[in-house]
């Protein structure tokens, strides 16, 4: 690569983690096509297990961005994020004792994710993806009993 040549984008691999797939893919939905700071506050807030992992990949993307390839860190977008199933039949093979005897295969998953973030925002608007929401939960606050007031107009005495 020739010195003349800018990178316009950054990369971050997470191999070997211990979550499933659609566990991670619920959360990665959530922040692709993102402002960096936004995904960070939204993975930092965010109620769910999957998120912490994806937390420090996107932070390492954005410190790979800075260091490796004299990127503005403040303006950039997650491009692609992909999580992908990983080794040995995309999961591994432990046994759960059963009754008479017996043995049950549990099926722990494991997971690759990959992030790219990049300068240019993405071209492609965000789809909208069935299924459980990330976002942060809202707090909804009443006001003051004083401030209540019945149906008719009056202050509640009670």
Do not use: C, W
């Not at 199933?85 to 722990?108: C, E, N, S, V």
């Not at 608007?125 to 299924?131: A, L």
Request: proline fraction near 4%; aromatic fraction near 4%; hydrophobic fraction near 40%.
């Amino acid at each position: 690569m020739s010195d003349q040549m800018q990178r316009t984008e950054a990369v971050a691999h997470l191999r070997f983690v211990r979550i499933g797939p659609r566990k991670l893919r619920r959360v990665a939905d959530a922040i692709r096509g993102l402002n960096v700071r936004e995904a960070l506050v939204l993975l930092k807030f965010a109620g769910v297990y999957a998120s912490e992992p994806l937390e420090k990949l996107v932070r390492s993307a954005v410190a790979n961005a800075g260091n490796n390839h004299d990127m503005n860190t403040d303006e950039l977008y997650i491009a692609r994020i992909t999580v992908d199933g990983g080794p040995g039949g995309r999961f591994t093979k432990r046994l759960d004792p059963r009754a008479q005897g017996r043995a049950y295969f549990k099926r722990k998953r494991m997971s690759h994710v990959t992030v790219v973030v990049s300068e240019q925002a993405p071209t492609k608007t965000r789809k909208q993806r069935p299924g459980a929401s990330v976002t942060a939960a809202r707090v909804t606050r009443r006001a003051p009993a004083a401030a209540r007031t019945t149906t008719a107009g009056s202050v509640d005495k009670a």
